[in-house]
């Protein structure tokens, strides 16, 4: 599966823009119930089937939270993956895991979203000449990444490509 490079400028804007919107370093329920001494491990793993994506983001989340965090990778982006899976092993301050886990989270299911629903048509259409393109229309500030996660999936960029017919959403 060709995928293109990770785009890290978008990545780190788009963590840093969601961590603020979270407020996450604010988070008096952590400061408050979790000891500041205390070191945590997590894993994070599949409840199903799919393609992995955006395994940067979570890097990227957890530098910004606290680069104390140590991640370990199970798996790298485009890898097939089952219920159960590991994706990545965390460890570091508590704090830390909680501050940023959410933010992660919710990259990873968005990005393993876009490139697992790609993949389920890449497949539905590859006996016909049909390919499957990203788009321009995405989440603001998600653009890159989102883009990304379809090349993740098996499609291809519409950046560069000329037309011998139309898009689908170009049709009237």
């Given at each position: ?16 823009a ?28 599949t ?47 508590a ?18 979203g ?59």
């Amino acid at each position: 599966m060709t995928t293109t490079q990770f785009p890290s400028a978008g990545g780190r804007t788009a963590v840093a823009a969601a961590l603020a919107e979270d407020a996450s370093g604010n988070d008096i329920t952590t400061a408050w119930s979790v000891p500041e001494d205390l070191a945590a491990t997590a894993e994070v793993r599949t409840r199903q089937s799919g393609i992995a994506a955006g395994l940067p983001t979570v890097a990227e989340v957890f530098a910004q939270v606290d680069p104390e965090v140590e991640i370990e990778a199970s798996v790298a982006d485009g890898a097939r993956l089952t219920g159960g899976d590991v994706l990545l092993r965390l460890s570091g301050p508590a704090r830390s895991l909680i501050t940023g886990e959410r933010t992660a989270l919710n990259f990873l299911q968005r990005l393993c979203g876009i490139a697992t629903l790609t993949d389920r048509y890449v497949k539905a259409v590859a006996a016909t000449r049909t390919r499957i393109l990203d788009t321009r229309k995405t989440a603001p500030g998600l653009r890159a990444l989102d883009k990304y996660a379809v090349t993740v999936g098996g499609g291809r960029s519409e950046k560069g490509i000329r037309w011998g017919g139309r898009p689908l959403g170009a049709v009237a």
